[in-house]
T-cell receptor, first 114, second 114 residues
Framework: KAGVTQTPRYLIKTRGQQVTLSCSPI?????VSWYQQTPGQGLQFLFE???????NKGNFPGRFSGRQFSNSRSEMNVSTLELGDSALYLC?????????????FGPGTRLTVL | AQSVTQLDSQVPVFEEAPVELRCNYS??????LFWYVQYPNQGLQLLLK??????LVKGINGFEAEFNKSQTSFHLRKPSVHISDTAEYFC????????????FGTGTRLTVIP
């Protein structure tokens, strides 16, 4: 089975712009979660989508949003980019079949905001 | 909510020596516990997990961890490290409801010295 894929792998934007990142989960996985990784704050949970609905949300401003399509692919969008949004954005998919669902992580998208 | 503390940000160790990476957690509810490894420019890979049962869990690449409920700890150990174990290690917790939001520690950089 192919793993979790994220596109693009690297992205450079300027302050004030918006950006869309894409995540394709492992085939058959219905849950997609997004995390932000920065040197200062570490790994933080952004949100989770399941069956096209946001199921959980972390403590991030409304500039961060996401969606999930019927094929379980997910996108996250960041509007009005700030320098502090520079980070590695990781997505993880899971089958969501029980009380424990292993999350499989993609390689990440490295976003640099200038 | 849950939180995780990784007590050591960097751990240098000589090749073939034993290593222990420390992790303490805080939670008002039952938790699942995880250790992930991240190699440069890659996503996270699950090393091992504690869900229930035996408090000593074995993972991939010769790693093991022991869950200690009274001390709220989940330390990771390996009896003999290799150069290839050089990476960033993250301890994480989640609640047991099936929610796919992991709370991560700040990471421990393990450097194996030849």
């Amino acid at each position: 089975k192919a793993g979790v894929t994220q596109t693009p792998r690297y992205l450079i934007k300027t302050r004030g712009q918006q950006v869309t990142l894409s995540c394709s989960p492992i085939s058959g996985h219905r849950s997609v979660s997004w995390y932000q990784q920065t040197p200062g704050q570490g790994l933080q949970f952004l949100f989770e989508y399941f069956s096209e609905t946001q199921r959980n949300k972390g403590n991030f401003p409304g500039r961060f949003s996401g969606r999930q399509f019927s094929n379980s692919r997910s996108e996250m969008n960041v509007s009005t980019l700030e320098l502090g949004d520079s980070a590695l954005y990781l997505c993880a998919s899971s089958p969501n079949t029980g009380s424990y669902n292993e999350q499989f992580f993609g390689p990440g998208t490295r976003l640099t905001v200038l | 909510a849950q939180s995780v503390t990784q007590l050591d940000s960097q751990v240098p160790v000589f090749e073939e020596a034993p290593v222990e990476l420390r992790c303490n957690y805080s939670s008002s509810v039952s938790v699942y516990l995880f250790w992930y490894v991240q190699y440069p420019n890659q996503g996270l890979q699950l090393l091992l997990k504690y869900l229930s049962g035996s408090t000593l869990v074995k993972g991939i690449n010769g790693f093991e961890a022991e869950f200690n409920k009274s001390q709220t700890s989940f330390h990771l150990r390996k009896p003999s490290v290799h150069i290839s174990d050089t990476a960033e290690y993250f301890c994480a917790v989640s609640d047991t409801t099936g929610a796919n939001n992991l709370f991560f520690g700040t990471g421990t950089r393990l450097t194996v010295i030849p």
